[in-house]
Nanobody, 125 residues
Framework: VQLQASGGGSVQTGGSLRLSCEASGRTISSYAMGWFRQAPGKERAFVAALSWRGGSTYYRNSVEGRFTISRDDARNAIYLQMNSLQPEDTAVYYC???????????????????WGQGTLVTVSS
């Protein structure tokens, strides 16, 4: 599976962005999918995930209610809608995919087998 993340950019506080992650090589409809981010000088951290069972979503506390992860099986892609962006959301955002029927700790990096290249989000105050 190859993952291509896009949609990053620069916005002001309170703005919105929509990140996309397009997959190729395999259909990802049964994969668990996640978004992680790495802020300058910090380790990569979990942001949001979709279970491979399809019905559950997971978010880190600081983005709950502001970010929405979704999947479009027809486009073989996932998205991250980010609203009310804050300067602390500034980071490189990575999408990731976990092989079907296996992952359970969706917040953990080690569950994911494939990673995209990252897209930079900058939020200015």
């Amino acid at each position: 599976v190859q993952l291509q993340a896009s949609g990053g950019g620069s916005v002001q506080t309170g703005g919105s962005l929509r990140l996309s992650c397009e997959a190729s090589g395999r259909t990802i409809s049964s994969y668990a999918m996640g978004w992680f981010r790495q802020a300058p000088g910090k380790e990569r951290a979990f942001v949001a995930a979709l279970s491979w069972r399809g019905g559950s979503t997971y978010y880190r506390n600081s983005v709950e209610g502001r970010f929405t992860i979704s999947r479009d099986d027809a486009r073989n892609a996932i998205y991250l809608q980010m609203n009310s962006l804050q300067p602390e959301d500034t980071a490189v955002y990575y999408c990731a995919a976990a092989k079907p029927f296996r992952a359970s700790e969706y917040r953990k990096e080690y569950e994911y087998d494939y990673w995209g290249q990252g897209t930079l989000v900058t939020v200015s105050s």
